[in-house]
């Protein structure tokens, strides 16, 4: 998988708290918005919408299941 897409998928775990701004994660990936988004769907098969909305969502599921033990 390519580094860059790695350091942006490190980051949006560690953020999913906040609004992720697709500019920025594109700027930190040092990839325009178009290339980012196309390369980030290329390495992980979600476009980075989708990837972020699992997430937070997985995120709440286990939230969910902690509070009901």
Do not use: P, W
């Not at 490190?10 to 609004?19: G, H, K, P, Q, V």
């Not at 769907?41 to 902690?66: H, V």
Request: positive net charge.
């Amino acid at each position: 998988m390519n580094e860059q897409i790695q350091k942006v998928q490190y980051i949006i775990e560690r953020n999913l708290d906040i609004s992720l701004d697709l500019d920025d994660l594109a700027r930190i990936a040092g990839y325009s918005k178009y290339h980012f988004s196309r390369c980030f769907k290329l390495n992980t098969g979600e476009s980075i919408t989708d990837y972020i909305t699992r997430l937070r969502l997985e995120k709440a599921q286990l939230k969910i299941i902690q509070k009901m033990t």
